[in-house]
Structures are given as structure tokens and as C-alpha cells.
């Protein structure tokens, strides 16, 4: 069947499933291995792009048997974070095509398991898994026993079951190990190196919890747990700068967190650690409804309209960001902040090195925080950050429009050239198709559309 998935930008690693490795300036339909068969209805529910590699999550739609979602891979496996190379391809080339990634296998596990959500750091890939309702043995009729740290077990109707599974390069301890990494007690899986087998990361669910929410910035993972009465937020891998403290919560100057001029003593954070408690204060009453994570900063985005963060400020990311409301979506380049009000109003802070502030080449990093110029007569109905660029998705009238503007190295802008903007640019759509999905990757961008919807 046809995806109607497009990318451009940086595709040397061919993670932008186009079956070449060469950089495209263009939205270009990606493709699907020829031994990966996907059902005709099948949706997009969530797309991750890194460096090397991307992974996609489709629902099977209404033509197969519920809740059988797919989870495809396409770019490098270097590091194993597409899973055991014998599980995806017989060589190491990359694979310049989306081919389905299974991880269950390599752990011992039965096929009633789901991927439910993804995420994926610079070389890594976490996957969370849900046990399919009803499916509680095995194919040959026995009982499942399967037991894991971090499944959760729930009586009666409606039971689910999840783990989280991480497969690729820990340098940074993206893998989740339970071990911190010290000088005198290394990490137990070797850095820089592929995985031998997935890895199940143990978030400690409690009974009733799932994973709500997941992303991953270059380094570090957050994810946010939803119980029975509250949310609680969890993250592993870097740390120095504090991806995974919330002291620097609500900073109303420009500072980093790991080198403060004020008053007392610098904070001093580990090099990285395994799942840890992120103790976000949220208000009875209120939810996290998004995240977005950066190189090495977090923002959380309540139901209320405001919004948290912790992590690096040495670009000015977080500066003030305690001060906004009315806030209605996030979005976060590597060193950047982006805000989106109720009112339609664009806010950036932070980086400019890219001319990703999108508010004239001129001004420098850490200025602070100005509005981005959106066309007149637009309603903003998303942004979407990548690595170092802004995606806008908007309407005039019923008609769509795509907007695009910083960083355009590997023409991750789709605007058939390789020059950097410092204001939004329409994005011409190569088809007059509804756009349905839009996300940013490591210099790339991508775009779902359905042309029954033109």
C-alpha cells in the first residue's frame, strides 16, 4: 500500500526511508520494504527521526484484528538501536526502507504484546509495550507467566500490562540501567557498543499506572506515568546539566544550572543515571499535557496554561518561562524554547546559532523571550520543533498551510534549497492533500497526509 508518509533533509544514514542516502530539500514520499506488508488502513499514530535512525508506529486499522499496532525502522543499526541486527536485516548496510522492528523475540517474549508508544535519543530507541487485552497465554494454549520489573498488573476489566524496552548505545545511560555510573562502578552495559538484547527498562509502575507520555532529547529520556489519582514524571540517561532535577525550576535569569554565578553552592549533578523521580510540583487539580525535551532541557506544558522546565539554561531557554500563560503547545529545539498561546501567539527563547528564533538573523542567543511573526489571517493550529528548526502548521480559512523556518543545512525545510531562514516560510505541499501528522526529526522533517482529504 501506499503511506502517503513524506520526508526531507538529512538522509545519510537512509533513516528517511526514501531507498537512497542522499539529502532531499523536497517533502518526497518515503517507501516500505517489500517484505513488510501493512494493512491499507493503517495510521500513523507516532514517528521519531535521530541522527542515523527512525522508527514509526502504525495502527493495524479497522481490515485487521484491534489493537495489533506495527512498529517499523529504516536507517543504521550501529549500535543495535533498531534491535539485533539479525532481527531486522541479514547484513549491516542500512536499510533505506521502512522494515518492521521486533524486540519481542530477543527477549523471550510471546506476541501479545503491542508497541504503544516510542521514543528515541541520539542513537537509542525506547519502545513501550501493552499486553493485548484478553491474550493471557501462549499460542501452543499454555499460560503466560512472562514476569517483568516493569510490567504493570491490573484485576478485572479493562486490565493492561506495559513495559518499556530500550535497545541501542548507552553512552549516556540512555538504556535506563538500574546502576548508576560512577568512576568506581561503571555502566554494566559497555558504551558506545550495540546492544547484545533489548533492554526492559523498570520504571517501578505501580498497579494502575501506565506510561502516558514519552520523548527523548539528544541524551536523556522523560516520561510521565499516569496513575489512578495523579501523573508522576520519571526520566533516565544525562544528567551533568541537570536534565532530572527540577531545581532549576522557574529560573527568572539567565544562567546555567550547572554553573550558577549566584550566591551558594553550584549544584553538582552526575554524568548520567538510571530512571529517576522527576518531583514536578503539579497543582491538585492540574495535568501534564505535553512534554518536549530538548539537548539537555525539559518542558512540561499543564492543563492550566502554564508551563515547567528544568535542565540547561546556558542559552536562555528556560528564562522566565515560570511567567507565561495561556499556553496551548511546546515545542523544543536542542538549546531552544518555543510556546504557543491561546491567542495564537508565537513565543521563542533561547538559541539562535540557526537563526531558529525566527526573529531576525541579528539577534544573538539568550535574548530574551519575543513573538514570531506568523502570516496575517493565519490561525496556528501546532508548532513542531526539530533539531534546530520550526515547523507551523496553520489554516486560512479551511485551507492548510505548512510553515518553516531556521536551520535548512540538509534542506530539513523543504523548501528545494540548503539556506538557513530567520522568518516562517510556506512550505509549497507537493500534492493537494490534508496534511494529518507533522513531526521534526535530527534535521528532518515529516509529513502524513491523506489525499482522499484533498
Request: proline share 4%; hydrophobic share 35%; aromatic share 4%.
Amino acid at each position: 500500500m501506499t503511506l502517503n508518509l513524506l520526508a526531507c533533509g538529512s538522509n545519510s544514514a537512509s533513516h528517511l526511508a526514501l531507498n537512497h542516502n542522499q539529502d532531499v530539500t523536497y517533502l518526497t514520499p518515503t517507501s516500505i520494504h517489500p517484505s513488510t506488508s501493512i494493512p491499507s488502513s493503517s495510521r500513523v499514530l507516532d514517528l521519531v527521526s535521530t541522527s542515523a535512525h527512525s522508527l514509526l508506529l502504525l495502527s493495524s486499522g479497522e481490515d485487521q484484528r484491534p489493537g495489533r499496532n506495527i512498529l517499523l525502522g529504516a536507517g543504521t543499526n550501529t549500535y543495535g538501536h533498531l534491535g539485533p541486527r539479525c532481527a531486522l536485516w541479514d547484513d549491516v548496510k542500512p536499510e533505506g526502507r521502512w522494515k518492521e522492528v521486533d524486540l519481542l523475540n530477543s527477549l523471550g517474549l510471546d506476541g501479545d504484546w503491542e508497541p504503544v508508544k516510542i521514543a528515541a535519543t541520539w542513537s537509542t530507541s525506547v519502545i513501550v509495550y501493552q499486553k493485548l487485552r484478553g491474550k493471557e497465554k501462549h499460542a501452543d494454549g499454555g499460560s503466560s507467566n512472562t514476569k517483568t520489573p516493569s510490567a504493570t498488573r491490573q484485576e478485572g476489566s479493562g486490565s493492561s500490562e506495559q513495559l518499556v524496552v530500550s535497545c541501542g548505545s548507552n553512552d549516556f545511560g540512555e538504556l535506563g540501567t538500574t546502576q548508576p555510573v560512577t568512576l568506581d562502578a561503571p555502566n554494566p552495559i559497555p558504551v558506545s557498543q550495540a546492544s547484545q538484547r533489548p533492554t526492559i527498562v523498570d520504571l517501578g509502575l505501580r498497579n494502575g499506572e501506565t506510561v502516558e507520555m514519552i520523548k527523548g532529547g539528544q541524551r536523556h529520556v522523560v516520561a510521565v506515568i499516569a496513575g489512578l489519582d495523579k501523573q508522576r514524571v520519571i526520566g533516565w540517561g544525562a544528567s551533568r546539566k541537570g536534565e532530572l532535577d527540577i531545581s532549576s525550576l522557574g529560573i527568572s535569569k539567565t544562567s546555567s544550572s550547572a554553573k550558577s554565578k549566584g550566591k551558594g553552592k553550584v549544584t553538582t549533578y552526575p554524568p548520567t543515571s538510571p530512571p529517576t523521580a522527576i518531583n514536578v510540583l503539579i497543582p491538585e487539580g492540574v495535568g501534564i499535557v505535553d512534554i518536549a525535551l530538548g539537548a539537555s532541557h525539559t518542558l512540561a506544558l499543564l492543563s492550566n496554561g502554564r508551563v515547567f522546565g528544568w535542565g540547561s539554561n546556558a542559552k536562555g531557554q528556560l528564562t522566565d518561562i515560570d511567567h507565561l500563560e495561556n499556553v496551548k503547545g511546546i515545542a523544543a529545539t536542542w538549546g531552544g524554547s518555543y510556546f504557543l498561546t491561546s491567542t495564537g501567539e508565537i513565543l521563542s527563547q533561547g538559541s539562535n546559532t540557526h537563526l531558529q528564533l525566527l526573529r531576525e538573523s541579528s539577534i544573538s542567543s539568550g535574548t530574551p523571550r519575543g513573538q514570531v511573526e506568523v502570516s496575517e489571517g493565519m490561525e496556528v493550529d501546532r508548532i513542531v520543533a526539530g533539531s534546530e528548526h520550526l515547523l507551523v502548521l496553520g489554516r486560512k480559512g479551511e485551507k492548510q498551510q505548512l510553515w518553516a523556518g531556521g536551520w535548512n543545512e540538509h534542506g530539513n525545510l523543504g523548501l528545494g534549497d540548503e539556506r538557513d531562514r530567520d522568518r516562517l516560510v510556506m512550505v509549497e505541499s507537493p500534492t493537494q492533500a490534508r496534511m494529518l501528522g507533522l513531526w521534526g526529526g535530527c534535521a528532518s522533517t515529516w509529513v502524513w497526509i491523506d489525499k482522499s482529504l484533498a
